[in-house]
């Protein structure tokens, strides 16, 4: 197995040159020139937020950048003097409750509300004088800080509609568990909007459809702006490899770019971890460019430093110490240029790519386990005979896997 960590003695040069900035497959960009193809759907952000009422919905599959697209927003809207740009993500404890107390406290006024009542009190005191003693009464105002305990919808909107102008962006709502607390956030939109709020609110989330993230709210949709963030073009990957490239001062043959971006599939994060392992191993190696003959290399690291939840769920689905059948039908199923697939067509692709046919016998057998019903499947049925990717971007992943594991097989021992 090739050690991913074979770069440790180069790091210093590789960081010097910029690699890890420029290509950022662990975290979002947050420089608007990296964000290729985006225009259409930053217009329509940036018109919202112009907008009295309304609010943005920005969903769509994982890894098509929803979270970059929204960390470049407030940047360009310094110029409209914001009060705050606030940034919040969710996970599975997310309750509304949770995210009040974190929006009310990142605008600087969680935890208190302000009680305020006059009691009188009686102050003593000697008055000396050569001929008599006197007593002084006067009231005294005390201002008592209780709690805030009510964190209805209703109350932190109350709270909410008199702030100054800010931009309040909560990511990753798909985590929030409970239809409730996605209903009472669509409430709190609804309630801004209705009291036209300073406040601007985007809510980003991983979701098919934007009635997904609001708990099926009846009437929220009309303060809201759904925008459907779906995959980037290859054109855009490609100009995305070759930017990166030129920033980095490599001389990269343009059919590098073409084949990243047809792996890719239209998510940016695969664009960018294997931009990342191309740069970088071109630092090890002392090149200035960057030839098709790398990639596969390249491949090999990327596959090894991909997000962990992928690497596990391909594991699990392909592990046989007797077959590759599993292997070889879930890189035939990533070859299929479909979201939703058959039987049929995995074995016409199955049979292009390896010049044999695939048995119904095992065809049947194998897709038992890549779409059971237990969890941790990489294949979803959706439909009598037809299934899709769990994932969408276990074909990506899937097809580099099966790239790397092929060139491995191809070089000599200790020599990877």
Known sequence: ?????SWQDHLEDIDKRGVRKTFTPHKPVSEVQSLLGRQPELMRILGCLDTPGRHVLLYGDRGVGKSSLVKVVPHLIASKK???????TCDSRTTFKSLARAILSKLDI??????????????KANVSAVVATGELNS????????????????????????????LIAIDEADTISDPTDKGQLAELLKLLSDADSNLKLIVVGIADTARELTGGHPSVQRCLDEVKLGRMKNEDIRQLVLQGMHRLKFDCEPQVATEVAKLANGFPYFAHIVGLNL????VVEGRKHIRQSHVAKALLHSAESAEQSLKDAYEDATRSSTTLAYKQVVN???HIELPEFSLKDV????????????SDSTCSNVFRRLAGENGGHVLRRSGRGVYRFADPRMPSFARMTYSAEAFQATQPAGNQ
């Open 347 to 358: 074995k016409t692709r199955f049979s292009e790519l390896y010049k044999r046919t695939l």
């Open 332 to 334: 035939a199923a990533a």
């Open 279 to 282: 740069a970088a191993l071109a």
């Open 139 to 166: 009231k005294k105002t005390t201002t008592i800080k209780k709690p805030i305990t009510d964190l209805s919808p209703s109350a932190v909107a109350s709270l909410l509609e008199t702030q100054k102008p800010s």
């Open 1 to 5: 197995m090739t050690k991913i960590f």
């Open 82 to 88: 914001m009060h705050k740009c606030i940034y919040i």
């Open 110 to 123: 969680s935890g208190i509300e302000e009680s305020t009542f006059a009691r009188e009190e009686t102050m």
